[in-house]
């Protein structure tokens, strides 16, 4: 692949390097290769890439990345949404393709005009492999959001220590169990508990999307990627159905990505929702926000939920040979976040064969019957916010700025 880029501050043949990245942090323009695959990711990169502009007026960041990122003058060579794949046999069906981009963006960031520094931002089974091959290559690694080590899979801690020069990590434990096998980290805060306000402004949210104060509102969110839809949509919808049956007069809202709309409105008309169920375009926080309790797919949404203080029922399904692959490899009794953050069940979990309409509807109509149950959850996940809420843009700027000096 033929590429022109602007040379970067490698050492010529004097030793001496071409661009000074030392001394005043505003005078410099880094350049920033960064990968974040799907839209959790692109989020998390988004608000990053807006801390470090800040920090770097001038700096070039390019790779993969998407909306977010992109907002942020990011220079995109290809979508996020190529690398949002999860599961073994999923993983196994795209191999090809995703390893033949990662090649490719490995060439391009190696023909002579190598990045200060390469930010890997979560997808580490992407990410650490390019990461290890650039190292190796005198590039700059940091990684964006440690590996679940601590979840499952902790023999990729070795992985991480010849990949990442730092790693930045959004979890106030983690630090602490990289530093026992030697890799330098920094707890940085989670970035979205400082988007997300402590107390979210439900009235506004509901104003916004059209809700009157007293509705009842179910937000229904089945997956940002492809497999999620594929595997919890029609469950997720008929779910919904079964919650219509029994409270006639709920709202139902569904924030879709807009990749994924059409399979969503699909979904949605074969059962029977077409009319009874509003599909937002994007919009996630504000749904969030604006509802009493979500139906949610396991993953980084579940977090975002917890942070607008919402009660919730977590479900996942997956193909059935990557579940059984998985959940050898787990260490952990909890899936979702919130649960491993508070170390408890605080909200419930259904996986694989539990995850059934009726039981998941069942158990959204728990929560709409427990108000005091509702309001000590709130309690909960209120101590959990303040618990992230860190200045990430600073504390993970100053973690990349000794990674550009070392």
Not at 120 to 148: I, W, Y
Not at 234 to 260: E, K, M, N, W, Y
Request: charged share 20%.
């Amino acid at each position: 692949m033929a590429v022109s880029l602007p040379p970067v501050g490698r050492p010529g043949a004097d030793g001496a390097a071409s661009r000074s990245v030392s001394g005043d942090a505003s005078a410099i323009a880094p350049r920033f290769a960064m990968v974040a695959g799907e839209t959790s990711g692109d989020l998390l990169a988004g608000l990053l890439l807006q801390g470090m502009r800040k920090r770097w007026p001038g700096l070039h960041a390019s790779g993969i990345g998407g909306a977010r990122m992109q907002e942020q003058g990011f220079d995109s060579w290809w979508p996020s949404e190529k690398l949002a794949v999860r599961g073994y046999v999923e993983v196994l069906r795209h191999y090809r393709k995703i390893v033949g981009i990662r090649e490719q963006l490995k060439q391009r960031l190696l023909q002579g005009q190598h990045p200060d520094v390469f930010i890997g931002v979560d997808a580490p089974d992407f990410n650490l492999d390019l990461e290890a091959a650039l190292k190796t290559q005198g590039v700059r690694t940091v990684h964006f959001v440690c590996p679940s080590i601590w979840a499952w899979r902790p023999e990729r801690v070795e992985k991480i220590r010849r990949s990442a020069d730092h790693v930045l990590c959004i979890f106030p434990f983690e630090p602490d169990l990289l530093a026992q096998h030697g890799i330098g980290a920094t707890y940085v805060g989670h970035p979205l508990a400082n988007v997300i306000p402590l107390e979210p402004d439900r009235a506004g949210a509901r104003r916004r999307l059209g809700l009157a104060d007293d509705d009842t509102v179910v937000a229904i969110l089945p997956g940002s990627r492809s497999s999620e839809v594929q595997y919890l949509a029609a469950v997720f919808f008929d779910a919904a159905a079964r919650l219509l049956q029994a409270r006639p007069g709920l709202r139902l809202l569904v924030p879709a990505v807009p990749a994924l709309r059409e399979r969503i409105e699909a979904a949605a008309r074969s059962a029977g929702l077409d009319e009874r169920l509003q599909v937002v375009a994007g919009q996630s926080h504000t749904v969030l926000a604006a509802c009493d309790v979500t139906l949610i797919a396991s993953g980084t949404a579940t977090l975002e939920a917890a942070l607008f203080k919402r009660p919730m029922v977590i479900a996942y399904n997956m193909n059935w040979l990557s579940w059984q692959i998985m959940r050898r490899k787990q260490l952990q009794p909890w899936v979702g976040l919130p649960n491993i953050l508070c170390n408890d069940f605080v909200v419930p979990e259904y996986l694989q064969g539990a995850a059934s309409a009726g039981a998941l509807a069942q158990a959204v109509l728990d929560w709409l019957d427990a108000p005091e149950r509702m309001a000590a959850l709130q309690q909960r996940f209120t101590a959990l916010h303040h618990t992230l809420r860190r200045d990430t843009a600073q504390l993970a700027t100053d973690a990349i700025e000794k990674v550009l000096q070392s």
